[in-house]
């Protein structure tokens, strides 16, 4: 085998391990987000903003400013977040406190 055949070969190993590693895309951070969203808005909150960051491939951390009226009052609050994956890298859970 040649070596122009030998680096592409590395090359498009190398490609593929990336494209099939586990761990959280920017899609799944972008879906985690508007899932985040999605719920609180369903639970009476008006959304100000919701921010995740990888902090590592598997576990996502971040926090969610809501706002609810109490009393005609609106009432903000920051919700501390995170999602993990689980191990084969096709499902996560989140949960914000």
């Known amino acids: 085998m040649n070596t122009s055949v030998?680096?592409?070969a590395?090359?498009?190993l190398g490609l593929l391990a990336i494209g099939c590693s586990k761990g959280f895309s920017d899609a799944d951070i972008e879906k985690t987000k508007a899932d985040i969203r999605s719920y609180f808005e369903k639970e009476g909150f008006t959304v100000m903003e919701v921010s995740m960051i990888r902090e590592?491939?598997?576990k996502?951390?971040?926090y969610a400013k809501v706002e609810k009226k109490i009393l005609g009052l609106p009432v903000p609050a920051t919700k501390n977040c995170t999602a993990t994956m689980d191990a084969q890298g096709g499902r996560y859970l989140w949960e914000c406190k």
């Open 56 to 58: 590592s491939d598997m």
């Open 10 to 12: 590395a090359l498009l």
């Open 60 to 62: 996502l951390t971040g």
């Open 6 to 8: 030998k680096l592409g």
